[in-house]
C-alpha cells in the first residue's frame, strides 16, 4: 500500500524553467492538496481539488498551476521557475468531501507524501 | 483568515521530564490534528480530534481539543531521545491550516 507517491524527490532547476511535480494516491480519497514548507513557516497551502475535475486556490497560489487530472493523480507546475519557490513540495490527500455536517465525526485527516526538494538558481 | 500558533516554537527538555506544547487558533474548528516530522521525512499522522473534549493518548504523548478555548494540547510525559522531531497542530476541515511547528530537542 503505498499511500501518496510524489515524483521527483529532488529536482535543481535554473531561473525560467518550467517543471511539473506529479502525485497519486491510492486511497480512493477525493481530496488532494499541494503545500510547500518552507523554514520556520510551517506549512502552507497552495492549491487543493475537492473532487476529479476541481481546483481552488489556497494562501500562495502565484506561480503555480494545478491539475487533477483524475481521482488518483494530482500536478503541480511551475512554469517559469524563480529563487522564490525554492522549497519543499509535499502533496496530500484526504477523505474530505463536501458537504460535511457540522457535527461530523468523519476523519479528514491528511496523509502526506516524501515530499520533492526543489531548488531553484 | 485562520490563524494557527504553536508555542513555543524550540523547546529542549532533559530526558525524563514532561512539558506541554500549545496550539491555540482564530476561528471556529470541530477538528484539530498533531503531526511529527522527522529531519529530511514528511510529516506522520499522530492525532485526530474531531470533538471538544476529545483526548487522545499514544505513548509518552496525550494530545487534548478545547473547541471553545481555540486550545488544543500535546503533552509529553517522561520524555526520551526518540522523541525528538518537530511537532506541527492543524486545524481545519477542507483544508488543513498549519502552526509553525514545534521543534522538540530530548537531551540525555
Known amino acids: 500500500n503505498a499511500g501518496v507517491t510524489q515524483t521527483p524527490k529532488f529536482q535543481v532547476l535554473k531561473t525560467g524553467q518550467s517543471m511539473t511535480l506529479q502525485c497519486a494516491q491510492d486511497m480512493n480519497h477525493n481530496s488532494m492538496y499541494w503545500y510547500r514548507q518552507d523554514p520556520g513557516m510551517g506549512l502552507r497551502l497552495i492549491y487543493y481539488s475537492a473532487s476529479e475535475g476541481t481546483t481552488d486556490k489556497g494562501e500562495v497560489p502565484n506561480g503555480y498551476n494545478v491539475s487533477r487530472l483524475n481521482k488518483r493523480e494530482f500536478s503541480l507546475r511551475l512554469e517559469s521557475a524563480a529563487p522564490s519557490q525554492t522549497s519543499v513540495y509535499f502533496c496530500?490527500?484526504?477523505?474530505?468531501?463536501?458537504?460535511?455536517?457540522?457535527?461530523?465525526?468523519?476523519?479528514?485527516?491528511?496523509?502526506f507524501g516524501q515530499g520533492t526538494r526543489l531548488t531553484v538558481v | 483568515e485562520l490563524k494557527v500558533e504553536q508555542n513555543p516554537l524550540f523547546l529542549s527538555m532533559q530526558e525524563g521530564k514532561n512539558y506541554t506544547i500549545y496550539c491555540n487558533y482564530s476561528t471556529t474548528s470541530d477538528r484539530l490534528y498533531w503531526y511529527r516530522q522527522d529531519p529530511g521525512k514528511s510529516l506522520e499522522s499522530l492525532f485526530v480530534?474531531?470533538?471538544?473534549?476529545a483526548v487522545k493518548q499514544e505513548g509518552r504523548l496525550m494530545a487534548s481539543l478545547d473547541t471553545k478555548a481555540r486550545l488544543s494540547t500535546l503533552h509529553i510525559t517522561a520524555a526520551v531521545h526518540d522523541l525528538s522531531a518537530t511537532y506541527f497542530c492543524a486545524v481545519g476541515r477542507r483544508q488543513l491550516t498549519f502552526g509553525s511547528g514545534t521543534q522538540l530537542t530530548v537531551l540525555p
Open positions: 496530500a490527500s484526504s477523505d474530505y468531501r463536501p458537504p460535511l455536517p457540522v457535527a461530523s465525526r468523519m476523519n479528514t485527516e491528511a496523509f
Open positions: 480530534l474531531l470533538s471538544n473534549g
